[in-house]
């Protein structure tokens, strides 16, 4: 249930295995493009268009938005979305309205798998109660329950879905072990079987870590800025002192898991006696990057006499990552909004992002000031000589510690980057 980014593969790769797969999705046109064998996901997937057009409208694997088609199913594995609001809070409706349509069709005895993002208590508290009253059975006599969370990364999805471990999170330790054999038929990697609980802290866990970590990378950068330090160089050399491992500090942290993930684990404690201060607190550090990258524009800026107000500045990169044509959650984004705000001019090129595509230096041109949010491979090949000629400005941003400082400062470029001085 759920034919996205996660739900689709995982439907295509366990049909290719021998098993009789329906994709449930509540967006007809989707059904249909997969049932035509057409992936309707975006981006380059290596692998995937490929896949689904050899299953998807065959015996093996057939789209519908008709849950009546689903009673005879004996694993369902539900793949909704589970975003988080403005205030940070989680909502699960697709999640609730995909177990409020499946009651009512299960089949007795049936084994379900939440496979979203859930925050830690949600099986518990929301999933194993709302199926309970929309299917009439009782857990582990009418139906099973487990909770075992996705790790796929754009751009690798089914290369992730086959060789990276799972946490295998059941209602009892039989229904574990029954997932562990269910999964093995498509994963290489670990298969860890534990309860469900476990699955749900290991998810948010595992990102929330990744958050503040970077949230780390992005204080010690403005610390070095701040002290005439160079961060990728102190980032080297703390690297190579035992057990440590600093990340790298950016313009931003974007994408569809890590600025989620950490107000899952946070929401899990909401409203008990459970201080959390460090990742809330991490959270504000990365979203705080982009307005840092504003503040390099503005004192790079005033260098040359502008100042926001009337400058048109060049954002190299809208992807939330390099080499992607994802743009959820984009720091890039939140820095055209803080440029538009100050009376700036925002002309955006990303080699990745259809809209956004074109030529470099033709987007340069009359440009006041060039940003780089996203280390693209295919920026390396920027002529910045070129570059520099089609600015008005010969201003440089670096949101990435992609460019040689010395060799642009060497060039006359007023060079302000994160992380140095
Ligand atoms: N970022 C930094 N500094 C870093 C690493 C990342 O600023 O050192 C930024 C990136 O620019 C991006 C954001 O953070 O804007 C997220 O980058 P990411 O490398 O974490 O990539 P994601 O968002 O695709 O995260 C996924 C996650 N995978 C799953 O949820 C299964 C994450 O758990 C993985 O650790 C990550 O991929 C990965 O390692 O590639």
Excluded at 267 to 283: E, F, M, N, S, T
Excluded at 305 to 320: E, F, Q, S
Aim: aromatic share 4%; charged share 25%; net charge negative.
């Amino acid at each position: 249930i759920g034919l996205g980014y996660v739900g689709l593969p995982v439907a295509c790769i366990f049909a290719k295995a021998g098993l009789d797969v329906i994709g449930a999705d509540v967006f007809t046109e989707r059904v249909e493009k997969i049932n035509a064998g057409i992936s309707p996901i975006e981006g380059n997937e290596p692998g995937l268009n490929e896949l689904v057009r050899e299953v998807a409208g065959s015996s093996q694997m057939r789209a519908t938005i008709d849950y009546e088609q689903l009673r005879d199913r004996d694993v369902i594995l539900i793949d909704v979305q589970t975003p988080v609001d403005e205030n940070h809070k989680p909502h699960y409706e697709a999640l609730r309205a995909s177990l409020q349509s499946l009651g009512p069709v299960l089949k007795k005895g049936a084994l379900v798998i939440v496979e979203s993002t859930i925050s830690p208590g949600t099986m518990n508290k929301l999933a194993l109660p709302l199926l309970e009253e929309s299917s009439g059975l009782k857990l582990n006599e009418g139906f099973y329950l487990g909770n075992c969370p996705e790790r796929v990364m754009p751009g690798k999805l089914l290369q992730n879905l086959k060789s990276l471990s799972r946490v295998v999170g059941g209602m009892t330790p039989e229904t574990a072990d029954t997932m562990v054999a269910l999964y093995r038929l498509i994963v290489d990697g670990d298969l860890d079987p534990t309860d469900c609980t476990t699955a749900e802290l290991v998810k948010t866990v595992e990102n929330a870590y990744r958050d503040v970590q970077i949230a780390f990378a992005n204080e010690v950068a403005l610390v070095s800025e701040a002290v005439g330090g160079d961060v990728w160089k102190v980032r080297e050399l703390v690297n190579k002192s035992p057990g440590r491992n600093m990340l790298l500090p950016g313009a931003g942290v974007g994408g569809h898991c890590i600025p989620k993930d950490p107000w899952l684990l946070a929401d899990a404690v909401d409203g008990l006696d459970v201080p959390l201060r460090l990742i809330p607190a991490a959270r504000a550090v990365n979203d705080a990057m982009p307005q840092h990258v504003a503040d390099l524009l503005s004192e790079a800026l005033e260098q040359v006499g502008k100042n926001l107000r009337d400058a048109k500045i060049l954002v190299m990169g809208i992807a939330y990552l390099e080499d992607s044509d994802d743009t959820r959650n984009s720091p890039s984004e939140a820095l055209v909004a803080l440029l538009k705000a100050k009376g700036a001019k925002a002309v955006v090129h990303d080699p990745y992002v259809d809209e956004y595509k074109g030529d470099l230096l033709m987007a340069a041109k009359g440009c006041d000031a060039a940003v780089l949010m996203v280390k693209h491979a295919e920026y390396l090949a920027l002529d910045i000589v070129a570059l520099r000629a089609a600015l008005s400005q010969s201003v440089l941003v670096d949101g990435r510690g992609f460019f040689d400082v010395g060799e642009v400062r060497g060039m006359g470029f007023i060079y302000h980057g994160i992380g140095t001085a």
